[in-house]
């Protein structure tokens, strides 16, 4: 399985010549090359993980796939007129080669005023763990590869740092960054990346475009 880095939080993995798309954004490059998709998981409503225009370019390629997304999102769409299969903590569900696990259930706190909604995160292939905008653990699972949040108006870098000191991955790298300038990145990236050494893990700075062979 391959993973590509898009801006902010997309990803997308490869896997047997099918695709899976991963919080494709606004923030995100506008997807242009989505033939062979089988899914698409959209981990929560906010726009910087998802837009309609998005979700139509991945459907107009593939109009096979599937959407997977909490009941946010699944309100969120339908207003758009974009079907989305539900999905909810300690579901599963098999998108072509892509075995998926969904856990958590809700984004992390950004103030009081504002309304807390749903956000899955995702285990694909039982490798690479995406939590979404959260800092929920997938209990029982000895992670592989894992998606770092290291900049967002609900986080700080130490909590970032303690997450991936508690999960403990063998392999991290950074996600949801686009809210940082390129000194906030490197001083992000350098807080996770020894985070990850302390568990003997090693640390990938992937830039938006850059590949991982998993």
């Known amino acids: 399985m391959r993973l590509t880095k898009f801006e902010h939080a997309g990803l997308l993995l490869e896997k047997s010549g099918r695709r899976l798309f991963v919080d494709p954004g606004m923030f995100t490059t506008p997807i242009t090359?989505?033939?062979?998709?089988v899914a698409v998981v959209i981990t929560h409503e906010?726009?910087?993980?998802?837009?309609?225009e998005q979700l139509r370019r991945i459907?107009?390629?593939?109009?096979?796939?599937?959407v997977y997304g909490p009941?946010?999102?699944v309100a969120a769409a339908g207003e758009a007129g974009i079907a989305v299969t539900r999905v909810d903590p300690g579901?599963?569900?098999?998108?072509?080669?892509?075995?998926?696990?969904?856990f958590g259930g809700r984004h992390a706190v950004i103030h009081s005023s504002i309304p807390v909604v749903d956000n899955v995160g995702v285990l694909i292939d039982e490798v690479?763990?995406?939590p979404g905008d959260s800092w929920a653990v997938p209990e029982g699972v000895e992670v592989d590869l894992l998606a770092?949040?290291?900049?967002?108006?609900?986080m700080k870098i130490a909590e970032a740092m303690d997450y991936v000191l508690e999960v403990k991955p063998k392999r991290s790298f950074p996600t949801h960054e686009m809210v940082l300038s390129l000194a906030g990145k490197s001083m992000a990236n350098d807080r996770i990346q020894w985070a990850t050494e302390q568990g003997g893990g090693e640390f990938f700075g992937l830039q938006p475009g850059d590949s991982l062979d998993l």
């Open 91 to 102: 579901d599963s569900v098999e998108a072509g080669p892509f075995p998926l696990r969904f």
């Open 148 to 154: 770092v949040p290291a900049g967002a108006p609900w």
């Open 71 to 73: 009941e946010g999102v």
């Open 46 to 52: 906010h726009p910087d993980h998802w837009t309609p």
């Open 33 to 37: 090359d989505a033939v062979g998709t």
């Open 59 to 66: 459907l107009d390629a593939s109009p096979d796939a599937v």
């Open 128 to 130: 690479l763990y995406y």
